[in-house]
């Protein structure tokens, strides 16, 4: 199972989670989320993250001179877009910076079918979050039973995930990927240690 662990803001819970064999560690470029870092702080917090790991810049509808800055001043590897970014967008990102993977979060709505539709074949990995006006975060799930016609395509669940959640979706057995955790590894809004390794043990062996 693939594991990304997201919306890191120091040096010691990033450590756990390399330790325990994290897949992809996510930055949170959004302004308006709790778990904002800037520019200068994911280049702190990402440089001595092993690159082959996932280093991921989430963003929201940043213009291309932002992704740039991303890209050139940080250790960077992948940009998660999770906003309403357009294909066109994404595929110009992408012949731009062909060395970059290519994540795209979308909503469990009742679009979700026809946008999978629209970017599988120009991403490397699709999120299935819960939908937000404030483009996720929630620490809410959904109904997870939405992602039983998803069969073709590589994606994370996210929204809310948590060990509890990952052994109930388990026994639905659904084509999902991994999983993306933010919230389910926290103790009063912070990264909490004990919690990545539980976590990690429990699906990485």
């Not at 509808?61 to 890209?71: G, P, R, T």
């Not at 079918?113 to 937000?132: A, G, M, R, W």
């Not at 959640?165 to 955790?181: S, V």
Request: hydrophobic content about 40%; charged content about 25%.
């Amino acid at each position: 199972m693939f594991i990304k662990c997201c919306g890191f803001q120091d040096k010691g819970s990033i450590a756990t989670a390399v330790k325990n064999n994290v897949n992809a560690i996510g930055f949170i470029t959004y302004p308006k989320s709790k778990r904002y870092v800037t520019v200068e702080e994911i280049e702190m917090l990402s440089k001595d993250i092993p690159d082959f790991i996932d280093i991921v810049a989430v963003v929201v509808n940043l213009s291309l001179q932002e992704i740039e800055k991303l890209v050139v001043n940080t250790s960077i590897n992948t940009i998660q877009f999770h906003g309403d970014e357009s294909l066109d967008f994404i595929k110009t990102v992408k012949a731009k910076y062909p060395q970059i993977k290519i994540y795209k979060a979308l909503p469990a709505n009742e679009e979700l079918e026809n946008k999978i539709k629209t970017f599988q074949n120009d991403v490397d990995l699709l999120l299935i979050d819960t939908p937000s006006q404030n483009y996720g975060g929630t620490g809410i799930s959904y109904d997870w039973s939405l992602l039983n016609e998803i069969k073709d395509t590589p994606f994370l669940i996210a929204g809310g995930i948590n060990k509890e959640k990952i052994k109930q979706i388990e026994l639905l057995n659904l084509n999902n990927a991994g999983y993306d955790i933010s919230s389910g590894i926290e103790t009063n809004g912070k990264k909490d240690s004990d919690k990545i390794k539980a976590l990690l043990t429990y699906v990485k062996g």
